[in-house]
């Protein structure tokens, strides 16, 4: 197994960063979340967990180890590949996660691409207890209010970062993140959370039209 890549960030795309290792260039799959911390150019850490076919070898790569650690526990829940569990840590992070599944939180998981209604209460009998208690053992509501005060920046950081990291200049960013705000509004009034992997499509889309 690859525990981690350690390297030179070679290379950025919306969920693919080329790091160089030993003079070869490791493509690894990460959420938005991921690439917003990167830059072309500079040292970067990733914990990674390598998953294999028969077809193929995909790395895909976390902020830290205890990301990777609940990617891989999620996926033990029957219909869960990697490519959903890394989407449901591209919305959630760990903890939120966890907040979600202690308090039987579908509506959390429904916000994740791909999971329907029967599907989130499906996770949330499989998966409960499975992940750990969150980072706060005060009970779900201040664990969750905790976890938004101490977890990533509010999406439209996230957001702004990812485009920067992809080369684009500050400005082109904001003008995007902009475009993409009335999506990000609906989600959120429908009682999710900005789904930044959808709005960070949305957002290169109107910088293509752009030029």
């Known amino acids: 197994m690859i525990a981690f890549v350690s390297g030179q960030v070679a290379a950025l795309a919306p969920t693919l960063a080329v790091i160089e290792v030993?003079?070869?260039?490791?493509?690894v799959q990460c959420t938005p979340n991921t690439i917003a911390g990167l830059r072309?150019?500079?040292q970067a850490r990733l914990a990674t967990s390598l998953v294999v076919r028969e077809d193929?070898?995909?790395l895909y790569g976390f902020a830290d180890d205890d990301e990777r650690q609940v990617f891989e526990l999620l996926q033990t829940a029957s219909g869960v590949g990697p490519r959903v569990a890394q989407a449901m840590l591209g919305v959630h992070s760990p903890d939120a996660l966890r907040v979600a599944f202690a308090a039987g939180d579908a509506k959390a998981l429904t916000a994740v691409p791909g999971i329907g209604p029967k599907g989130a209460q499906k996770l949330l009998l499989e998966l409960k207890g499975k992940l750990g208690a969150p980072a706060s053992a005060a009970g779900p509501v201040v664990g969750a209010q905790r976890a938004a005060a101490a977890g990533p920046a509010p999406w439209t950081e996230q957001l702004t970062a990812a485009l920067i990291g992809l080369g684009y200049a500050s400005r082109d960013a904001e003008e995007a993140v902009s475009a993409?705000?009335?999506q990000a509004e609906e989600a959120i009034a429908a009682g999710g959370s900005a789904p930044v992997p959808q709005l960070?499509?949305?957002a290169l889309q109107s910088l293509?039209?752009?030029r």
Do not use: F, K
């Open 22 to 27: 030993g003079g070869v260039g490791m493509a």
């Open 200 to 202: 960070l499509r949305a």
């Open 40 to 42: 072309v150019g500079e």
């Open 208 to 210: 293509n039209r752009a």
């Open 180 to 182: 993409v705000t009335p």
């Open 56 to 58: 193929s070898l995909t």
